[in-house]
């Protein structure tokens, strides 16, 4: 079983700069890749970036390329997000989630544990 908790949300300008941090309870961490993912009033959650088992291959929505980019760190059971350049439109709360795959995998179901959610919003 893993257990998971986001931190790192909040309120920050447009262009701002904000990262989450996704602390990861249970020895079977590292068996997991790991995904954000976010939902915004009125839409369904969507996939915002992936990472696979060893940190070695990553995926990202198109909306969020070239601005977030997610890591993990196996010593300290954490994944992050690193948002730069954030826009109103990325407002949502966001959610960490596991999958025993061993890559990276964009749909919701193939996910089995899930972290409470941290709300993000941009200002305009």
């Known amino acids: 079983q893993v257990q998971l908790v986001e931190s790192g949300g909040g309120l920050v300008q447009a262009g701002g700069s904000l990262r989450l941090s996704c602390a990861a309870s249970?020895?079977?961490?590292?068996?997991?890749?790991m995904g954000w993912f976010r939902q915004a009033p009125g839409k369904e959650r969507e996939f915002v970036a992936g990472?696979?088992?060893?940190?070695?291959?990553?995926d990202y929505v198109d909306s969020v390329k070239g601005r977030f980019t997610i890591s993990r760190d196996n010593a300290k059971n954490t994944v992050y997000l690193q948002m730069n350049s954030l826009k109103p439109e990325d407002t949502a709360v966001y959610y960490c989630?596991?999958?025993?795959?061993?890559?990276?995998?964009?749909?919701?179901?193939?996910?089995?544990?899930w972290g409470q959610g941290t709300q993000v919003t941009v200002s305009s």
């Open positions: 249970g020895r079977t961490y590292s068996a997991y890749a």
């Open positions: 990472i696979s088992r060893s940190g070695g291959h990553t």
């Open positions: 989630a596991a999958t025993p795959s061993m890559s990276t995998i964009q749909v919701q179901y193939e996910y089995n544990h």
